[in-house]
């Protein structure tokens, strides 16, 4: 802080400015800022923005561009970044964008169900912490006063799923410009078009309201290639990948900060105390949302043999469609399995009735998941599918049942959902489980806020630890000491 002359600071008090001294100086602030000056010109309100849409032929020139963009960013104001960030909700939430990217997700990938992407994005429109997450810790004492905060990365470089792409690009934009920081996308190719109009909105948003250009960006041509110039670029501070384990590894072995949000398979069992009818109905509607694409949607039962017939009975009556002829469940499985025993990528985020439709089965309208009894080791309950398929694995009690989902749920530490009124069993399997979220007696996507408390994450670090993301993961702790003085109790 600039040293006002003529108030000297004697030690061990406070230094007192008198009243004239003081109305000089906040004239002269206000001054400032009225004008634009001290602040970078794109951040005043009244400057002309540098309208560029953030898209770059080569990552390189993105790199750079986004290395610019956060140096200016870094003398934006607390309130510039909240109406940025509001912006990026706006933009997003104005009804003809948000049907636009949704429609165009599920016409360039060939996954997913339209109407649950509005629901999507819009959840992570409206629903991703801001720069409310960025809550400053005190400390004073007779030494004085220190301040923790949470303090930018620099440049993000974030890799996104086909899975999910507009919907990450939302929340990592907000979280991570909420924290200070510009973002590079690396999005999935199969993803490419969705993705550059994502960016390309959150731009032009972001350029009316003045911020530094730059501070989301990607490239036209997004490709494995342009994925590992990212990684290795040494301007870049900290990656995320939210994807499968192929690039969780990959990020972790760049040797800088790195988030992995990575596979999940999520179980969901259901005990003799459940409400069985409630149960039955939420996990048919978690399996099928979005067409089983969410990396938290239900992908395979465990349920107690007390309960198991009811729970078919009244999932049929949900829209689960049954099978039970080996012969139709081995077309199934020749259909959506690899070679190798991992899903078939033009099987994933298709519909129950689609699929169905490929082994000859002509379902009615309102089949919405194809359910079927399987013992634990079958791919179907081992692996991550992303397809409305779900198998149920039938136990002797809930002990047993416990044990089965962590077994099938491989250690990824994702999400899991319980069916029960046992307080007890809920607490076990929560503490033996340790996965980032844990839905007790609703449908999966509760656990992303939809339908149940808490806040939007569409990257859920599971493997490196950060488990939900939020602004205050994109940001590094610092510390700011004043030595003798301010506390004032
Ligand atoms: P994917 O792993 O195929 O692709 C994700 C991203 O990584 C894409 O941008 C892709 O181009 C890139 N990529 C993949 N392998 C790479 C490599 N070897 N080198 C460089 N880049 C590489 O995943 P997907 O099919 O797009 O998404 C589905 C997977 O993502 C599922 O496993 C799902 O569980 C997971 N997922 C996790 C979360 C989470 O929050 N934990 C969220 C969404 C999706």
């Known amino acids: 802080m600039a040293r006002v002359q003529g108030a000297s600071k004697p030690r061990g008090r406070i230094n007192v400015m008198d009243d004239g001294l003081i109305a000089e100086v906040v004239a002269q602030v206000l001054k400032d800022f009225a004008s634009g000056a001290g602040v970078p010109a794109a951040c005043s309100t009244g400057a002309a923005p540098a309208a560029g849409e953030g898209i770059f032929d080569n990552m390189d020139d993105a790199v750079e561009a986004a290395v610019v963009a956060q140096r200016d960013y870094l003398l934006c104001t607390m309130a510039d970044r909240r109406r940025f960030v509001e912006g990026i909700r706006e933009v997003i939430l104005q009804q003809d964008n948000l049907e636009r990217i949704s429609r165009l997700s599920v016409d360039e990938t060939g996954m997913g169900f339209y109407e649950h992407k509005l629901i999507k994005n819009r959840l992570a429109a409206e629903k991703t912490p801001g720069t409310e997450d960025l809550v400053t810790e005190a400390l004073s004492g007779d030494a004085g006063l220190t301040l923790v905060e949470f303090s930018p990365f620099g440049v993000i470089g974030a890799i996104t799923p086909t899975t999910n792409p507009t919907e990450t690009i939302i929340c990592n934009s907000i979280g991570m410009l909420a924290a200070g920081n510009s973002v590079v996308f690396s999005p999935h190719p199969r993803a490419t078009e969705v993705s550059l109009l994502t960016v390309r909105l959150i731009n032009r948003k972001l350029a009316c309201l003045g911020a530094p250009a730059n501070l989301v960006v990607t490239v036209s041509k997004p490709s494995i290639d342009n994925t590992n110039v990212l990684m290795a670029h040494p301007k870049i501070r900290m990656l995320v990948a939210t994807g499968g384990p192929a690039i969780v590894k990959a990020v972790m072995s760049t040797g800088k900060k790195a988030i992995g949000a990575g596979a999940g398979n999520p179980p969901v069992v259901v005990d003799e105390t459940a409400d069985i009818g409630k149960a039955a109905c939420d996990i048919v509607n978690g399996c099928s949302f979005d067409n089983n694409l ?30 039970t002829d080996q012969a139709v469940i081995r077309k199934l499985e020749k259909l959506v399995l690899t070679d190798k025993g991992g899903p078939q990528t033009s099987c994933v985020g298709k519909s129950a009735k689609w699929l169905l439709g490929q082994i000859g089965i002509t379902a009615p309208d309102c089949a919405k998941v194809i359910l079927m009894e399987l013992p634990k080791e079958h791919p179907f309950v081992q ?24 077994e099938v749920e ?6 899991a959902i319980m069916h029960s009124t046992n307080v007890c069993k809920l607490t076990k399997m929560a503490k033996l489980i340790q996965t980032t979220i844990f839905v007790k007696n609703g449908p999966s996507y509760a656990g992303i806020g939809a339908g149940g408390e808490g806040y939007a994450t569409f990257t859920i670090a599971g ?24 506390d004032v109790r």
């Open 463 to 486: 493997p490196t630890g950060e488990g939900l993301t939020s602004a205050r993961t994109f940001a590094r702790r610092r510390k700011c000491v004043m030595v003798e003085a301010l």
């Open 294 to 323: 969410p990396c938290i949607a239900e992908k395979e039962i465990v349920a107690v043999a007390g309960i198991a017939d009811r729970l078919i009975a009244e999932m049929k009556k949900n829209g689960a469609y049954e099978l």
């Open 410 to 415: 491989h250690g990824n530490r994702h999400t």
């Open 383 to 406: 692996e991550e599918l992303m397809m409305p398929i779900l198998p149920l694995v039938r136990v002797a009690d809930v002990d047993e049942a416990i044990a089965v989902a962590i």
